[in-house]
């Protein structure tokens, strides 16, 4: 209303209200601003004393607001000549407050970087405080500008880092000293996994299948490099191996002392420190105990050292970038084997135990296993112990001497009695006896061998299994397995069982019956050696006719003992001949003639009764030698006889004596044709008696003329009798008949008897020196 009323009264032509209504809007306005006047009017009134109040109130503020301003003049003016200095100083105070806070502001920094680079000291965190001291010097200092304080902390920047350098070396030095001590329980863990994996693959009969079909065993274990995680150590990423018997260890003081001597710019040093001290701890480790040799356990203990040397150098060279390199790994190596081989070859030679070098050849073998899971060559070892192979032969062939020895102490030398079918498939069973005759027998019934033969042949046995214990895990194939039993087992036979039988042999209470047992056990022993041979091949599983096989030499061994036993034989029997011989007491001057009411002497009965007794005990010996013992004895007696006759302490022999001599001889041949033992063909016995026979008929029979006129035919009747064995006896003769007949020049016969003994002396010494000529 009020704007159109405005308008209106301005003139314009755009108001709300044209027309009629115009006049009623004019009145009604006027009587609006009449009603307004009126209480515009009754406020005025209102309020019109305050207003006057007001002024009055504001009259008086007008002259103290003159006072005021007046008051303000002169003070400012007083200030301003009063306050000048003080301001200057004041604004000196502000500029230098700013400048304060502007190097504050610098000097914070470095004050909170000492800080906490005193904190890292004392938590003994060196590698980040390091790299807080590299900070502190090259970026906050140099900022921070030239204070005391700057200086002060410059100046102990080297002190700090020598502290960090000599404390990271000596806790390396700790660290040193720790795998120094805990090398050899490293080893063990490591040596247990290859150990325990090996053992695995032997359950699921892996390791054996491939041994006899291929001669190899399962390759190593790896025990790096296959999977593996990131570690991290103040700040520093490593690369760490699959758990394992690294981690007894705590390599952290290796990473931090290397990285700290690195940031020094002293990597060459910390690397040269490092491989200096732990070639002077491979000295040490590399040296065997003196006593090493006693128990499998210092053994143990020596490899257990020398493997965790070596998992801490091969962890070192796999989880640090250059600490050591495979070379410098390589060459301590091929130290370490040397003188590991020379420790070995020494302290092995001192063991005499096939057990335990059987036990140490297995522990060689995990040894070597496991540092060739490291990647480290160990054909070097298992060439050496291809060498303790022969000392393990060796000392195996000590140990079945005395086996057999003592089996042999043991036995009865007599044919086994077997009671029992049971009995009999044991023994059968020991050996592999091959007699269609024997098993058709009724029980009881006894096996032609002694006791010997069945232990003996176990014991064989027992060697071969032995040597192929040895023989396993050296990665060796069949072919050379089977070849070196053999070789062991041809050993056994030849030298150390061949030595025992001849020790049997040899023994001074060893009668007949005895060496005929031996030569009977020999001969099934022999028959037992193709089976010897099938039993190798069976457990080597390679064929006995493949090319270039060794051979057992067993057959020859036996062969060699039975003709010792048989030539035993014979010297025996010829012994008790000769003790028999020994009684023999005879006249040699004699004066009985002929031999029709002559007894054969006692002491030839007697021996005649033992060669029938001892003959009949050789019907288990085979034909030959029986027939051979009979022959030694008769011949031996044969010429037993004709020594006697000949001793050159017999001087004198009468023909009385020559009667009796030949009344035993006839009892000796008596015993020839009654053929003690089977198998000689006619007379052939009696031929062991021709010599004594011819020579006793020409001097009884006094029938020189027919051994004069045909000595040299080959018809003579005479043909055995030697002319100076002739000559020897008539030259005795000559002496009896001269002693004898002290008047033999007063009878004619006797001095014509003397006369024909010179003629056919004299006739025989002329046959021998046209002989001779």
């Not at 050849?361 to 990647?375: C, E, M, P, R, S």
């Not at 042999?505 to 099938?534: M, P, R």
Request: contains cysteine.
């Amino acid at each position: 209303l009020c704007e159109e009323w405005a308008l209106y009264k301005k003139g314009s032509k755009d108001t709300l209200y044209d027309g009629q209504e115009h006049g009623l809007f004019m009145e009604k306005l006027d009587a609006r601003i009449r009603n307004h006047d009126r209480d515009i009017e009754k406020m005025c009134n209102h309020h019109f004393q305050g207003f006057v109040d007001s002024i009055t109130e504001l009259l008086k503020v007008r002259g103290e607001a003159q006072k005021l301003k007046s008051q303000v003049t002169e003070t400012n003016k007083r200030l301003q000549e009063d306050g000048k200095e003080e301001l200057q100083q004041c604004r000196v105070q502000q500029r230098n407050i700013a400048t304060t806070i502007d190097k504050l502001t610098h000097c914070l920094p470095v004050l909170e970087m000492y800080s906490r680079l005193q904190e890292q000291m004392r938590a003994k965190r060196y590698y980040p405080a390091l790299r807080t001291l590299e900070q502190l010097e090259h970026s906050c200092l140099p900022k921070a500008g030239q204070y005391r304080f700057c200086s002060i902390m410059a100046e102990n920047i080297p002190k700090l880092r020598t502290q960090i350098r000599d404390t990271a070396m000596t806790q390396l030095r700790d660290f040193l000293e720790s795998i120094r001590k805990h090398s050899d329980k490293i080893g063990e863990t490591a040596m247990k996994q290859v150990d325990d994996t090996t053992n695995t693959r032997s359950k699921n009969n892996i390791e054996k299948d491939v041994y006899f079909n291929s001669g190899r065993t399962s390759p190593p274990v790896t025990l790096h490099g296959q999977s593996g995680f990131r570690h991290w150590i103040d700040g520093y990423c490593f690369s760490v191996q699959v758990p394992g018997a690294q981690e007894l260890v705590d390599f952290s003081p290796v990473y931090r002392c290397l990285h700290i001597y690195t940031v020094l710019g002293l990597r060459d040093v910390f690397e040269n420190y490092y491989r200096k001290q732990r070639r002077k701890q491979a000295r040490l480790v590399l040296q065997p105990h003196s006593n090493m040799h006693e128990t499998l356990e210092g053994y143990r203990r020596y490899f257990n050292q020398i493997i965790g040397f070596f998992v801490v150098e091969d962890h070192v060279l796999h989880t640090t970038q250059g600490l050591v390199n495979r070379a410098y790994v390589e060459e301590l190596w091929e130290l370490a084997l040397s003188k590991i081989i020379a420790a070995l070859r020494t302290h092995s030679s001192y063991c005499d135990d096939p057990d335990l070098v059987l036990d140490l050849k297995n522990l060689i073998v995990l040894f070597a296993d496991t540092l060739q899971g490291y990647g480290f060559p160990v054909s070097q070892l298992f060439d050496m112990l291809l060498e303790m192979r022969e000392q393990y032969g060796e000392i195996l062939l000590k140990r079945w001497n005395i086996t057999f020895r003592q089996i042999l102490d043991q036995d009865n030398f007599s044919p086994i009695p077997v009671s029992t079918e049971q009995e009999y498939r044991l023994y059968t069973s020991q050996f592999p006896l091959q007699d269609p005759e024997l098993e058709k027998l009724p029980l009881p019934k006894k096996l032609p061998f002694s006791e010997f033969v069945p232990k003996a042949y176990c014991q064989l046995k027992e060697f071969i299994y032995a040597c192929l214990k040895y023989s396993e895990d050296l990665h060796l194939s069949s072919t050379e397995i089977d070849d070196m039993i053999r070789k062991s087992t041809n050993l056994l036979l030849t030298r150390t069982l061949s030595h025992c039988l001849q020790y049997a042999i040899k023994k001074k209470n060893v009668g007949l019956a005895e060496l005929v047992q031996v030569i009977i056990n020999t001969t099934h022993l022999e028959q037992s050696c193709h089976f010897l041979e099938g039993f190798i091949s069976n457990i080597t599983n390679v064929p006995p006719d493949t090319a270039n096989a060794t051979k057992l030499y067993g057959t020859s061994t036996f062969k060699d003992a039975r003709h010792a036993a048989e030539a035993e034989i014979y010297t025996s029997l010829n012994a008790k001949i000769d003790q028999f011989l020994q009684l023999a007491d005879y006249d040699w001057t004699s004066t009985a003639q002929g031999s029709g009411n002559m007894a054969a002497s006692d002491y030839l009965v007697d021996l005649i009764t033992f060669l029938r007794s001892t003959f009949s005990v050789f019907t288990n010996l085979p034909g030959k030698v029986a027939q051979t013992a009979c022959m030694s004895a008769c011949k031996h007696i044969s010429t037993s006889l004709m020594q006697l006759l000949l001793d050159p302490e017999v001087r004198q022999i009468s023909i009385g004596a020559l009667h009796q001599l030949q009344v035993d001889v006839k009892e000796c041949e008596s015993f020839a044709r009654a053929s003690p033992v089977a198998g000689f063909q006619g007379d052939t016995l009696l031929l062991a008696f021709s010599d004594l026979r011819q020579l006793l008929d020409l001097f009884t029979q006094w029938d020189w003329s027919t051994y004069l006129a045909d000595y040299g035919k080959s018809t003579c009747r005479y043909l055995r009798v030697n002319p100076h064995t002739a000559l020897a006896l008539l030259e005795k003769m000559k002496e009896t008949s001269r002693k004898n007949n002290v008047f033999a020049q007063f009878k004619k016969t006797d001095r014509d008897r003397q006369k024909l003994i010179d003629t056919v002396i004299k006739q025989l010494r002329n046959l021998i020196a046209q002989h001779q000529a």
